[in-house]
């Protein structure tokens, strides 16, 4: 539900507003940066332990560019050292042009040392809004239940290029790995 809520332009701006230490200004001569949290959420009467993610970066490159590599999960291996393809077979992924798909699924699997492999797909969806382009990816399932997973990655285009954000979420469902934080 947090997710859903900063979904829209003014929800979002908002929310890079009110979280300036994870989001701290950012244009062509800055850095990129990656900032994680642990976060106590309350559900009902229980009270979780979530990693939270802040991750930012100016990009110069069309928006348009940044949209396609982020709608390929033909391009995932590579781009974020994966172990095997994150191409889910049989999926339903097709559309005139790859910046232009609203939805699809990819696999995700990393060998860890110590822990578990990680093996789940998560189950894209994109849209605009005023401007501002969203990119929600939510857990689909979990093979090794190792955690539940959702984040959500933004395009804002500034001149010169892209400004590219993203939040995550992440449960551990391993109590053991809970214990050392996010």
Do not use: C
Not at 25 to 36: A, F, L, R
Request: zero cysteines; hydrophobic letters at 40%.
């Amino acid at each position: 539900g947090r997710l859903t809520a900063i979904s829209t332009a003014k929800a979002w701006k908002d929310f890079v507003a009110k979280n300036s230490e994870f989001f701290p200004h950012i244009d062509k001569n800055s850095k990129s940066s990656v900032k994680v949290e642990r976060t106590m959420v309350t559900i009902e009467k229980d009270v979780l332990t979530v990693g939270t993610g802040y991750r930012q970066a100016f990009i110069s490159a069309e928006p348009e560019k940044v949209k396609e590599i982020l709608n390929s999960p033909e391009r995932f291996q590579k781009l974020y050292g994966l172990d095997e393809p994150a191409v889910v077979p049989n999926s339903e992924f097709a559309a005139a042009k790859k910046s232009e798909v609203p939805e699809f699924k990819a696999r995700i699997y990393k060998k860890i040392p110590v822990l578990p492999d990680q093996d789940y797909t998560l189950h894209y969806t994109n849209k605009v809004d005023e401007g501002l382009w969203f990119q929600r990816a939510k857990m689909l399932d979990d093979k090794t239940k190792f955690a539940i997973r959702d984040n959500l990655k933004t395009l804002e285009p500034v001149d010169g290029g892209v400004i590219f954000r993203e939040f995550s979420m992440v449960y551990v469902l391993r109590w053991y790995v809970r214990f050392f934080g996010p």
